[in-house]
């Protein structure tokens, strides 16, 4: 859960930006740009209230040459302006990015419904925000002063209206931005569960070909894509009314301003060309509300995402910082009293067992027992309502993730590879170690299949490993744990798709895992080599009994 201390701590670590050299040049700069912007209002009120008075030709001549002159420097500086902010979107990747990534697998251990792929996202839309027309309009903003200022002077009824109209644009922006922004949340949350909901649906496209689950399916997401298409026209239309009454406001300030000159030049208290002149620079002053607002889609958008990417990054900053860096010292394993919860369901009820280093242990039980959730609760001990994990006298809610990563390999159900070659997923993509690798390939009984690919240990083995079988796939992550000699492994169903080659190379690796003092678990239905294993825990219903003798037991 994300407290108002979180946010407020993930906020600050984000506002560094406010005073970042990149933005204050861009600010300066947006100064220059909005000061040259008065040179055609004045140019026109020279026009107007001195060459056609005097008819002097080299007066207009002059005039235009200097016009063209500002001209071109404004637009060296909008050039400027927006290079900065292309470069301040740079830094914002250099310095953010990774720390987002780490934030979001941070949280992943933390929290195993979240989707890392809604926070990535949700970035690239603030990221894209920064760099956009929407974000320009955000430093035009302030220096609407300038131009209210200049009103003022040229007479204060002027400045006044301008004031007036201001205030209620600003006010209509700040109240539709506010109602947009709490129907955009809801949208992109309905958006959110929709996309799961087809991820779900083509990660089963071959059970639902071949059951005839087409129509049925279908349904479904015809009628989640209905409800949020649904909000997001309600959405739409309130955003485009307000944008229609923005508009109807804008042309209503323009009349209004220039019938206020009129009437002032009526009464002789300006000129014809200050009566225009009075009327352009309102509009100019309240452009960039009414852009604000024009732009409402890309803003709201912008502060959900802000907000989102704020509370992951504060999450997942938080998570280590109050970590020292420990690191098991051995292999031992004490869990006391432990009980998780998931759903409201406890999954582990009051399990208590030690394990020596270098010891092998099985864990066995009927489907939905809680062997996996045991062995994760042990990598990552979220969802524990009591009791403890000690790992090498470590406390696993203690250890922080450089020590797990050093410490611990972890084999799933579902083995997935990285996109890269053989040899990088072995090494886990750090320095190659050529004869480290063969050693663990050979140990997985994986060096041969690995010589009769394509390009040897330079396979790529695709996206999540989908261009090798899951027995390959298995065999190679298996190969991966011995790589780098981690003190626990953690074996979930290691036998499900290996072949009889297979078990024998898991069987050889379990010795030499065992020799070299490293603590196993295995989770199986199946394994039938007793002689590797010095603990046997049954499951059954979320608790433990140990099975002893070892040797004589029978799953």
Not at 261 to 277: H, Y
Not at 290 to 303: E, T
Not at 353 to 381: D, E
Not at 392 to 410: I, K, L, N, T, W
Request: aromatic share 8%; glycine share 8%; hydrophobic share 45%.
């Amino acid at each position: 859960m994300i407290t108002s201390s979180t946010k407020t701590q993930a906020l600050t670590n984000l506002r560094w930006f406010a005073y970042h050299p990149m933005l204050i040049s861009a600010a300066l700069a947006s100064l220059v740009v909005n000061l040259v912007a008065l040179a055609p209002s004045l140019y026109m009120l020279q026009v107007f209230d001195r060459v056609m008075l005097s008819a002097n030709f080299y007066t207009l001549l002059i005039s235009t040459c200097f016009l063209f002159v500002v001209l071109g420097a404004m637009g060296v500086g909008e050039a400027l302006r927006a290079r900065l902010l292309v470069r301040f979107g740079t830094a914002i990747d250099e310095l953010y990015a990774p720390r987002l990534f780490s934030a979001v697998l941070a949280r992943e251990t933390k929290d195993a419904t979240s989707d890392p792929s809604l926070f990535i996202r949700e970035y690239n839309s603030w990221r894209t925000f920064i760099t956009s027309n929407g974000a320009i309009v955000c430093f035009d903003a302030p220096w609407m002063v300038i131009y209210l200022g200049v009103l003022f002077l040229l007479h204060p009824l002027l400045g006044y209206a301008g004031c007036v109209f201001g205030l209620i644009q600003l006010s209509l922006t700040a109240w539709g931005i506010s109602v947009l922004r709490r129907k955009n949340e809801r949208i992109n949350d309905n958006r959110v569960v929709m996309e799961g909901r087809e991820r779900m649906f083509l990660a089963a496209k071959e059970d639902v070909l071949v059951h005839g689950l087409t129509d049925a399916v279908m349904k479904r997401w015809r009628h989640s894509s209905e409800t949020e298409h649904d909000d997001s026209v309600r959405y739409d239309r309130f955003g485009l009314g307000l944008s229609a009454f923005s508009k109807a406001l804008r042309y209503t300030q323009q009349s209004a301003g220039l019938a206020i000159g009129g009437w002032l030049a009526i009464r002789g208290e300006i000129t014809a060309g200050a009566m225009i002149v009075g009327s352009l620079l309102m509009t100019r002053a309240l452009q960039p509300i009414d852009m604000l607002l024009n732009s409402w889609k890309a803003f709201g958008q912008a502060l959900v995402s802000f907000r989102r990417v704020s509370e992951v990054m504060g999450t997942g900053e938080s998570s280590d910082v109050s970590l020292e860096v420990q690191s098991p010292r051995d292999g031992s394993v004490d869990v006391n009293r432990l009980v998780v919860c998931l759903a409201g369901r406890r999954v582990i009820d009051g399990v208590s067992f030690r394990v020596a280093s270098g010891s092998v242990s099985l864990i066995s039980g009927p489907s939905g027992s809680g062997k996996s959730t045991l062995i994760k609760t042990m990598l990552f001990p979220r969802d524990v309502e009591s009791g403890s994990i000690t790992l090498g006298g470590v406390p696993a809610q203690r250890m922080d993730s450089a020590g797990r990563a050093a410490s611990f390999c972890y084999l799933p159900q579902e083995v997935r590879l990285l996109s890269g070659s053989v040899a990088e997923n072995i090494a886990g993509f750090t320095e190659v170690d050529s004869q480290a690798i063969v050693e663990a390939t050979k140990l997985a009984g994986v060096h041969e299949l690995i010589l009769r690919l394509p390009q040897g240990y330079e396979t790529p083995v695709g996206v999540a490993g989908q261009l090798l079988s899951s027995g390959q796939r298995q065999r190679i992550a298996l190969a991966r744990a011995i790589y780098k000699w981690p003190k626990f492994v953690f074996l979930d169903e290691p036998d499900a798709n290996l072949d009889d080659i297979g078990s024998a190379a898991l069987a050889a690796c379990l010795d030499s895992l065992k020799t070299r003092g490293v603590t196993t678990f295995i989770v199986s239905h199946r394994f039938k080599d007793f002689d590797k294993i010095d603990h046997h825990f049954e499951l059954s219903e979320g608790a433990v009994r140990e099975t002893l003798p070892i040797k004589s037991t029978t799953i």
